[in-house]
């Protein structure tokens, strides 16, 4: 398909550029520059839309599919009665991502293989979704976050983890999570309990770099945090605790920080809803995830858009949602913006997703109005593009 964006404003991932024409050429960008300057063929190409603006497909780089949003996140992994069930779900969920114009996710948990297989029939076109990197299952240490619910795959000792690890790229996994300390929806375990010791969580971190893959670390506490950075983790994932040495070392090291606001304000907004035990610790942190959040902007490290997407009242596809959380907890418009589209694609090893230009797939949303001017305007996408095919409206 030949397609052409007329006079749009382009944000491309990393600046605002007026007056700008983008040129479709299959599932890619053909072409990007000065409208009044478009190449004759343009004339032939199908408008998609004109005087809009226009951004790259947001990047989700924390979500589980399998999981829907509901109170009781234990509860709905016992119901989960096999690896199909939860194939069902994550088809569903991935959709719904895609509407929301949310065109590329890294999925960080999930029971079995089920997410891997999404991502397979995704990217082979049968099945409508973003496009998905999957962890397969969490790694985690006996009883630690994540043993109750079907996520996490238990292992302990650096020779286990390496195993784990291999076993888990070998049955298709594009990234890797760890379980570097508690976690608030693991009742009988303190969210700030540091988990992995330094040496298995360097035995893990060297596997999976071995193999190309990207390595996740959830790390709410400061110890597991500081752990999983010296041990060279590629992000560390809601660092609700994060203290100003952490920030400083994930600055110096090129440590990503994806916070998923969305997962703590879900909880707290609905506290009276979900258990009591998620309901406290989810209150206790928030405060502190703020001010670990704006610490992590002042140190200059780089922040990266990630929802925890499937926790308690945190549905699929909210990532421009968090966009508009990061803005209001200090976070200025296009480093949020950012964040959701360029940096994201950086941590994710993406080269051509995330931005907009020649040669880079063809993920694009289109808003009537310019969300670096009203953050909320990234809420209400008028156009959304996967590889260069129109996404069907939100439900």
């Known amino acids: 398909m030949l397609a052409y964006l007329a006079d749009v404003t382009l944000f491309d991932g990393r600046v605002r550029r007026p007056r700008r024409g983008v040129l479709i050429e299959g599932d890619r960008i053909a072409w990007v520059g000065a409208h009044t300057r478009a190449p004759r063929h343009a004339r032939e190409a199908r408008e998609l839309a004109r005087g809009v603006v226009v951004t790259p497909g947001l990047i989700d780089a924390h979500v589980h599919l399998c999981f829907d949003g509901t109170a009781d996140f234990a509860a709905e992994a016992r119901e989960m009665e096999s690896v199909a069930a939860a194939t069902v779900k994550a088809v569903r969920n991935a959709a719904i991502t895609l509407r929301h114009g949310v065109t590329t996710v890294r999925d960080l948990g999930g029971r079995g293989d089920a997410a891997i297989w999404v991502a397979r029939a995704v990217e082979s076109g049968r099945l409508p979704g973003p496009r998905i990197l999957a962890a397969g299952r969490a790694l985690t240490v006996t009883g630690g976050h994540g043993h109750n619910v079907g996520l996490g795959r238990e292992v302990d000792g650096p020779d286990e983890v390496r195993r784990a690890v291999r076993e888990e790229i070998r049955a298709g996994a594009t990234a890797i999570k760890l379980m570097a300390t508690g976690g608030v929806l693991t009742p009988g375990i303190t969210a700030d309990f540091a988990a992995f010791t330094p040496e298995e969580l360097r035995a893990a971190v060297e596997e999976a770099h071995a193999w190309g893959r990207t390595v996740a670390a959830h790390a709410i506490g400061p110890t597991g945090i500081l752990r999983a950075v010296e041990a060279g983790v590629d992000s560390i994932e809601h660092g609700s605790m994060l203290t100003s040495e952490g920030a400083r070392r994930m600055a110096e090291r090129g440590t990503y920080h994806v916070p998923t606001l969305s997962a703590l304000v879900g909880m707290v907004d609905h506290a009276d809803e979900i258990p009591a035990y998620a309901a406290e610790k989810a209150t206790a942190l928030v405060d502190r995830a703020r001010e670990a959040f704006r610490r992590s ?40 913006l950012r964040a959701a589209t360029s940096v ?19 993920d694009l949303c ?27 409206s939100l439900p």
């Open 297 to 336: 902007i002042r140190a200059g490290v780089r922040i990266v858009c990630g929802t925890d997407a499937g926790t308690p009242f945190n549905p699929h596809g909210s990532a421009p949602l968090e966009v508009v959380r990061m803005v209001e907890w200090g976070l200025p418009p296009i480093a949020a």
């Open 344 to 362: 994201a694609a950086e941590l994710l090893r993406l080269p051509d997703v995330g931005v907009i230009g020649p040669g880079a797939a063809a």
């Open 366 to 392: 289109a808003y009537e109005a310019d969300p670096l001017e009203d953050v909320r305007a990234i809420l209400a996408p008028v156009v959304v593009l996967k590889g260069g095919e129109p996404v069907g």
